[in-house]
């Protein structure tokens, strides 16, 4: 049984920043993609980085420079580390994690995400 569980949400001031992890337990494929969404209120989710099994990394261009997602395959923790928070971050982030891939160096889609987290909270106040 896969389970993901995120720690790290809290509320920080403006220009802050914070790192999410995602503890992943039960989840051992060789190639994979995982990923962290994020879903502010009154707003759909959208995905926002993407790490695939061979270390490849996406970014959604509102967070890329300010944020970097990277993976511990030694504790199978998933990490989102944000820099220079700014208001418009503030949502409840998920991570997620695929299907087993076909290869390690591809990207997923978020209909291929099978697993996700309970989601934490950040909140960024100017």
């Known amino acids: 049984q896969v389970r993901l569980v995120e720690t790290g949400g809290e509320s920080v001031q403006l220009g802050g920043s914070l790192t999410l992890s995602c503890a992943a337990s039960g989840y051992s494929y060789r190639s994979y993609c995982m990923a962290w969404f994020r879903q502010a209120p009154g707003k759909e989710r959208e995905p926002i980085a993407e790490i695939n099994s061979d270390g490849g990394t996406i970014y959604r261009d509102s967070v890329k420079g300010r944020f970097s997602i990277s993976h511990d395959n030694s504790k199978n923790t998933l990490y989102l580390q944000m820099d220079r928070l700014k208001p418009e971050d503030t949502a409840m982030y998920y991570c997620?994690?695929?299907?087993?891939?076909?290869?390690?160096?591809?990207?997923?889609?978020?209909?291929?995400?099978?697993?996700w987290g309970q989601g934490a909270q950040v909140t960024v106040s100017s």
């Open positions: 997620a994690a695929s299907s087993p891939r076909t290869s390690g160096n591809v990207w997923c889609v978020s209909s291929d995400y099978r697993y």
